[in-house]
């Protein structure tokens, strides 16, 4: 992994601070404080980035882990939860690791927030393997919070790989898996992951370019 664009990206100073910087996502904050009893969740950041996530989880009283497969984020995101939780606990629940194969226990979480993740990733096949082993380590009953680019507008300036259709290459050189929402849709459900709430599509412009979003809350079934 070291020395590839993704590594070279996501560890670089300047990323970093981006994202340490970002505030916490306000749909998951609307969605986490209609729950009851927080302290009896216990919740995973999957790709914590910067940690914005992770603290918002914390502050409103979830039992909460994060995870994050560059080293640089992992330092961000203990950074930021420096102020709200003891450090022994920091390093015990902010842990490095693939989305591809997660260190947690089957059905070990009650709520996941993935939150720009499973589009980071080299394949369709690459994208469904992501989000099975995210169900396999989250309970029945428990959410999903997904928020992920997917193929509506691709931006003219990525790039289709030949013969590795739905991945493009960015203009950092990054990976990209834009897959339609149907597909998307497959994926979780073939996961036992359906629809708790409305889900939402639509065109945002962010640092890297224009992307369209695909977000909503699923439950395992």
Known sequence: MLNTPEYNFWNKPEVVKEFYEYEPSPYWRDFLVRLKN??????????????????????????SWACDLYESMVKSTRKKLAKVIPLKEIKKKVIMSSILKLPFKKDTFDIIIANGVYHNTNSYKEFST????TGRILKT???????????GVVAPELREIK????????????????????KILKILKQTGLIPAEK???YNKKVSTGLRSVFRGVFKKT
């Open 130 to 133: 992501a989000v099975k082993e």
């Open 141 to 151: 009953g428990g959410f999903l919070c997904i928020n992920v680019f997917y193929r």
């Open 163 to 182: 013969n590795n259709a739905n991945t493009f290459i960015t203009k950092e050189g990054l990976h990209m898996t834009l897959l339609s929402r149907c």
């Open 38 to 63: 927080p302290a009896s969740y216990k919740a995973l950041d999957l790709g914590s980035g910067g940690g914005r996530n992770t603290k918002l989880l914390i502050e409103l009283g979830f039992n």
């Open 199 to 201: 889900i939402y599509l």
